[in-house]
């Protein structure tokens, strides 16, 4: 399994952009970088994935390097409510079906302050 | 839709006393999964299921077991509990399409055996 390396913790202004890397030196070809978060107690929430290309939606962007050994996860305009601990995930299937396996590490706590 | 929909929220239970979790989805995912999460550290896989009558072992099954006899159900069983199960227990449930399906979770359920 590809593993992942985040830094344990990030603090950023409200309003500025946060950037959140993530290392997965051993990713497979075919295997996809995820990106969820967990508010406080609550269940994970996803964010985003993407396999070479960067890739955007209305909550982030991923940007992934080349050699897809490194990936940044991007919230444009953060806000209070983005304070949160973020998890980089690499996707594994199971060996039976397409069922996945997500590995939680971690994670990067993210604290956005006033 | 609500979602994924988990009971009870916070539970004690005495050494060796069993109990159910229950988890529920109405997006009639296919796939469905138990994670465990102690304290400061990221989710683990407990079991999961890729269509009802069919479940298999995650990362951490011993002391649990569980059954899919429907596809909006997944329920969670601890027969003897013990001190070392004291987590927060997560169901999550996704389509199961392929490489870039995504996951859902629950809210969680708090369980504190003593």
């Known amino acids: 399994d590809a593993k992942t390396t985040q830094p344990t913790s990030m603090d950023c202004a409200e309003g500025r952009a946060a950037n959140l890397p993530c290392n997965h030196s051993?990713?497979?070809?075919?295997?996809?970088v995820y990106w969820y978060r967990q508010i406080h107690s609550q269940g994970p929430q996803y964010i985003i994935h993407?396999?070479?290309n960067n890739e955007t939606n209305e909550m982030a962007s991923l940007i992934i390097t080349e050699d897809r050994k490194s990936s940044t996860l991007i919230l444009p305009h953060a806000t209070l409510r983005d304070t949160a601990v973020y998890y980089c995930?690499?996707?594994?299937?199971?060996?039976?079906?397409?069922?996945?396996?997500?590995?939680f590490g971690t994670g990067t706590r993210l604290q956005v302050t006033l | 839709n609500a979602g994924v929909t988990q009971t009870p929220k916070f539970r004690i239970l005495k050494i060796g006393q069993s109990m159910t979790l229950q988890c529920t989805q109405d997006?009639?995912?296919?796939?469905m999964y138990w994670y465990r999460q102690d304290p400061g550290m990221g989710l683990k896989l407990i079991y999961y299921?890729?269509?009802?009558?069919?479940?298999d072992k995650g990362e951490v099954p011993n002391g649990y077991n569980v059954s899919r006899s429907t596809t909006e159900d997944f329920p969670l069983r601890l027969e003897l509990a013990a001190p070392s199960q004291t987590s927060v227990y997560f169901c999550?449930?996704?389509?199961?399409?392929?490489?870039?399906?995504?996951?859902?979770f629950g809210p969680g359920t708090r369980l504190l055996v003593l």
């Open positions: 995930i690499v996707r594994v299937d199971f060996d039976t079906g397409t069922a996945s396996k997500l590995t």
């Open positions: 299921s890729v269509g009802a009558g069919i479940t």
């Open positions: 993407g396999l070479k």
């Open positions: 999550a449930s996704s389509y199961g399409v392929g490489r870039t399906e995504t996951q859902y």
């Open positions: 997006m009639n995912h296919n796939y």
């Open positions: 051993t990713i497979s070809g075919n295997e996809y």
